[in-house]
C-alpha cells in the first residue's frame, strides 16, 4: 500500500468505514430481496451507488474527513463500486425468486379432459404461482358447484323423455334457471377478479417480458370471459326448452321425444340444434384454453432457458 495512504489510515480509521459500508451494502443485497418488492436492474444499480455514497457520507462525518485526501477519494470510490456491485447481488437474488416462481408454469401439464396439473410444491415457490394454484383450485370448485345446481334443477332430464317422466321438477320450475343465471355470473366476477390479482402479480415480478407474457396467457384473459357467455347462452336456450316441455305436449317415443303439435315439434328441433351448437363452442372454449396453456407454458420455458439479464 502506498505511503500516502498508510499515513492516511492513521488519521481516522477510513479503512475501517470503508469495510463497514461495504459490509452493510453486502447484508443489504443478501437479505433486502426477502422483503423488497423487486425492481429493474438499472434502478438497483443506481440505488446501490446511491446506498455507497450515502454510507460513505457517514463514513466522511464521522472518520474519514480525517484521512488524507487518496483515502477519501478511495474509499468514496470503492463504496459506490460496492454498492453497484451489492445491487447485482440483489438483482441475482431477485431473479433467482422470480425463475422460482415462474418455473411452476414453465412444468405444468394439462388431463386428458383439460384440467390443469399443478407441479409439486407450487404454492411455495413464490406468490405467482400461490396466486394461480389458488385460482385453478377456485376454477375447478366452481364447476363442480355449477354442475351440481344444473343436476339439482334437473337439467340433465330435459334431454330424455324417460328421465323427466321420472323427475318432473324442472318443467315444473322453469323459474329457477335464473338461478343458475345468477351463479355463473357470480362464478364470472370472481375468475375475473382472480385473474386481475394474478395479472398484477405478474406485471410486478422481476422476470423477462416474455415470461411475463406466457405466465399472462396461461393465466387467462382478464377482460373477456368467454365460458359465462358459453353459459349464458347455454342456459338461454335451456329456458325454451324447458318452456316447451312444461307445455306437456311431449311424449316417450321408445326413448326419444315425440310431440303431439307439429309446432312444438319443430321448435324442439330447432332447440336442440341450437343446443348442439353451442355444446360446440363451449367444447371449442376448451380446447382453446388447452392450447393457450400450453402455448404459454412453451413461451415460459424459452423465457427461462436464457441468462437472468436478458429482460426481452
Given amino acids: 500500500m502506498p505511503d500516502h495512504w498508510e499515513e492516511g489510515g492513521r488519521d481516522g480509521h477510513p479503512l475501517i468505514a470503508t469495510l463497514a459500508g461495504a459490509a452493510v451494502l ?9 422483503f423488497a418488492t423487486p425492481l429493474p436492474l438499472p434502478a438497483l444499480l443506481i440505488g446501490g451507488a446511491a446506498a455507497g455514497l450515502v454510507l460513505w457520507l457517514i463514513g466522511f ?5 480525517h484521512a488524507s485526501l487518496a483515502w477519501k477519494l478511495g474509499s ?10 451489492a445491487a447485482a447481488i440483489a438483482h441475482g437474488q431477485f431473479q433467482t425468486q422470480s425463475r422460482a416462481d415462474a418455473s411452476s408454469f414453465a412444468e405444468i401439464e394439462l388431463a386428458p379432459d383439460g384440467a ?6 407450487v404454492r411455495t415457490r413464490g406468490p405467482v404461482s400461490q396466486l394461480y394454484a389458488d385460482a385453478v383450485q377456485a376454477d375447478a370448485a366452481a364447476a363442480r358447484a355449477f354442475l351440481d345446481a344444473q343436476g339439482k334443477f334437473g337439467m340433465g332430464a330435459l334431454t330424455s323423455p324417460y328421465l ?3 323427475n318432473p321438477h324442472a318443467i315444473g320450475n322453469c323459474g329457477e ?3 343458475l343465471r345468477a351463479l355463473a355470473a357470480e362464478q364470472s366476477l370472481a375468475r375475473t377478479a382472480r385473474r386481475s390479482a394474478l395479472a398484477e402479480a405478474i406485471g410486478s415480478a422481476s422476470l423477462p417480458k416474455a415470461a411475463k407474457l406466457g405466465i399472462a396467457r396461461i393465466a387467462g384473459d382478464t377482460k373477456e370471459d368467454a365460458l359465462l357467455a358459453n353459459q349464458q347462452a347455454m342456459l338461454d336456450a335451456t329456458a325454451e326448452l324447458c318452456t316447451l ?8 317415443d321408445n326413448g326419444y321425444f315425440g310431440f303431439h303439435s307439429g309446432a312444438d315439434a319443430a321448435a324442439f328441433t330447432a332447440n336442440k340444434a341450437k343446443r348442439q351448437t353451442l355444446a360446440e363452442q363451449a367444447d371449442a372454449v376448451a380446447a382453446a384454453a388447452k392450447t ?10 424459452d423465457a427461462l432457458s436464457r441468462s437472468i439479464y436478458t429482460k426481452d
Fill in 26 to 34: 453486502v447484508l443489504a443485497a443478501l437479505l433486502g430481496p426477502r
Fill in 61 to 65: 462525518a464521522i472518520t474519514t474527513r
Fill in 76 to 85: 468514496l470510490v470503492l463504496l459506490i463500486g460496492a454498492g453497484a456491485g
Fill in 116 to 121: 390443469v396439473i399443478l407441479p409439486a410444491g
Fill in 164 to 166: 323427466l317422466q321420472q
Fill in 177 to 179: 334457471i335464473e338461478q
Fill in 245 to 252: 316441455l312444461a307445455r306437456r305436449s311431449w311424449y316417450n
Fill in 292 to 301: 393457450r396453456i400450453l402455448d404459454g407454458r412453451e413461451q415460459v420455458r
